[in-house]
């Protein structure tokens, strides 16, 4: 859930978001599209994620596939909705009753307003990063049933209705990194900070999500790395190092002035 410290008073300052995205999927000869899916519509100013969930594949189903079908019917419900009063969990629940491939899915969507305000609705273990002058100043709530077992939007699995709604003013400067679980499973907070000041005032939101996505990777590689991960599974009582091997998905999104 955001955080209310450091948050700016309502602002009549046009803004708007610009994003890009990079996805490295797990090395799969079964999948070699990953389990990922993400859409931008600069034009509905709204971004989203998901990551359908791996256990499938133990039933010969490729999540993938749903996930990527979730997120076509997010783009496709987004044609009925007006831009800047967008709902993203009015929005996620007509691309779930489209969709009708087999497995299930987390998911994260997230809109820009007429008034500064971000809107988000996720369900699992994707979500986001809001940062503010280098510095984390939210972030989603992880919604999980027990370690590793994530909330998941499917047939027979969770509906819309149980997705955290989220709402928060923005300034110009902002920035945000949706992701999914393999990036949230393997980098924290700090380091995207660290990121963010080596990259200055200037960056392009593809070079960062790019080299977000390869940290992420690069973790997800290290058996020794103390991640978020590694971390959960030991309070869990199931002790491990390293990272977590898995699809990356990271969007970036920048908050600017509209011209």
Partial sequence: ?????????????????????????????????????????????????????????????????????????????????TKGNINPKTVLKKAYLKTKAEGSSTACIITLTDQNFLRAAHVGDSGFWHFRNNMLVGRSQIQVKSFNNPYQLGKKRNRPKCAIKTEFLVNSGDVLVLGTDGLLDNLYPNQIESVLKENGENFKPEELARTISEFAYNTSMNRVADSPFARASQEAGKPRKGGKMDDITVIVAHIIESS
């Fill in 1 to 81: 859930m955001d955080k209310n410290e450091n948050a700016p008073q309502p602002n009549p300052q046009s803004l708007k978001m610009v994003a890009a995205a990079c996805y490295i999927p797990k090395d799969s000869i079964d999948m070699p599209e990953g389990q990922d899916a993400h859409f931008i519509s600069i034009e509905k100013q709204t971004i989203g994620v998901a990551d359908g969930v791996g256990g499938w594949s133990s039933k010969g189903v490729d999540a993938g596939i749903y996930a990527r079908e979730l997120m076509a019917n997010c783009v496709t419900a987004l044609d009925n909705q």
